[in-house]
């Protein structure tokens, strides 16, 4: 059988530059006949669209290739800090982990420090530096306790206590010291009563005075300034107390000499009156002591 050439249609072995042995175009057939410029157009384009999807398809492999090493090397990281299906149960509880040694420094709540006493101002001498006068410890002309109003009469203050006592009070003032004694007197609807407040240096000497004391332990009623005298010879209501390091006395009685009963309800009454308010002036002595003392 004859060969076919190229003018009749046979299959003709194409020229790759890259493969051996292989024909050139123009190299079969006569000498004379001209390359086909077409056909080399044709192959060179198509070698050269092959390398780029050569070298594209090889990058992709190689970002795969790196995208793949880095996930086998995360995963092989978080493998070792991951622990083995046992692990957990083999951890220690809250109860088995060891106490923090040491000692936890414990802090005192603050808070503000007490309030000063006012009895420890009125108790002795030392603390209770306050004035003191019959004016002090008994201001205006007049008292009032309640709905009733009490006229303010005569005043005196003595360092001799003995002088202004009567019966069995002198001694008892004598003998614990008595450095001081006020006396005021009030009166209303012909009832007057005289009270005597007996300073000492301590509030011990204060309590025995009033334990030496007895019923027939009175003070002098204290008349003048148009009070009459009272209490001379009738017979009246007395009390005793103490507060701090004062001992007070109350003497309540009829004006005109008329001796008082249990039946003399006003005369009970005035007394009472003129007691409380002295024992709350005393008191209020040394809540102003104890009040300025803070204060400084």
């Known amino acids: 059988m004859r060969p076919m050439s190229f003018g009749q249609g046979g299959p003709s072995q194409q020229w790759d530059p890259w493969k051996p042995n292989s024909q050139q175009p123009w190299s079969s057939g006569g000498a004379g006949q001209s390359p086909d410029w077409a056909a080399l157009a044709d192959a060179s384009e198509a070698r050269a669209k092959r390398r780029r999807l ?116 002198p001694k008892a003032l004598s003998d614990n010291r008595c450095t001081r004694l006020i006396r005021v007197t009030y009166t209303k609807d012909g009832v007057a009563v005289t009270v005597g407040v007996a300073v000492f240096d301590t509030q011990a000497q204060a309590a025995k005075a009033r334990q030496q004391a007895d019923k027939k332990s009175i003070i002098k009623s204290l008349s003048g300034g148009g009070v009459k005298d009272f209490c001379s010879g009738a017979v ?10 004062y001992a007070y006395f109350t003497l309540a009685g009829f004006t005109n000499g008329k001796n008082v009963t249990e039946k003399d309800k006003a005369v009970f009454a005035t ?26």
């Open 236 to 245: 009246c209501r007395s009390t005793t107390n103490t507060v701090g390091r």
């Open 54 to 169: 050569l070298f594209i398809g090889g990058g992709a492999l190689a970002t795969v290739a790196i995208g793949a090493a880095v996930a086998v090397a995360v995963v092989s990281a978080n493998d070792g800090n991951q622990a083995s299906p046992g692990a957990s149960s083999q951890l220690p509880g809250a109860s088995d982990l060891p106490s923090p040694t040491g000692t936890v420094p414990s802090f005192a709540p603050t808070s503000a420090p007490p309030p000063l006493d006012p009895n420890d101002f009125i108790a002795s001498a030392v603390k209770d530096k306050a004035p003191l006068s019959p004016d002090i410890l008994f201001p205006g002309t007049q008292l009032t306790m309640g709905d009733t109003v009490y006229k303010k009469g005569p005043t005196a203050d003595t360092g001799n206590c003995a002088s202004a006592a009567k019966a069995t009070l």
């Open 271 to 296: 007394g009472d009156d003129l007691q409380e308010f002295t024992f709350r002036q005393i008191r209020r002595r040394g809540e102003a002591q104890a009040s300025a003392a803070a204060n400084e």
